[in-house]
């Protein structure tokens, strides 16, 4: 007895495919973008923030609470300016973070 040979179809009429249609491409699923966190915005209103409570603070102490005479004397001297960057500061810092909530 012969054995009988398998024959493999040769063009797509032949295997029942669809003439003409596109192969069907499997892909994985494509992840989502995650939300920005903020972090560098927390450290840049921290800084700021901590900038200007250090130049009001700076601005506050009083000529004889400053054992140096030679920072006593500039510090008081410059008191105003000291204050007035102070609160510049602190006011950028919650410009900033203004912006970035908005955005």
Partial sequence: MKAKRFEQPQGPEEAGAV???APIAIT???PEPTAPTGRGV???FAAFLLLGALMLGASAVPPRHVPWP???EPLFVHRSNL???GIGTVALA???LNIAVLL
Wanted: hydrophobic fraction near 80%; glycine fraction near 6%; charged fraction near 5%.
């Fill in 28 to 30: 994985e699923p494509v």
């Fill in 94 to 96: 919650f410009l900033c």
């Fill in 83 to 85: 204050a007035a960057l």
């Fill in 42 to 44: 927390v450290v840049v």
């Fill in 70 to 72: 030679v920072l006593a």
């Fill in 19 to 21: 003439v003409g249609a």
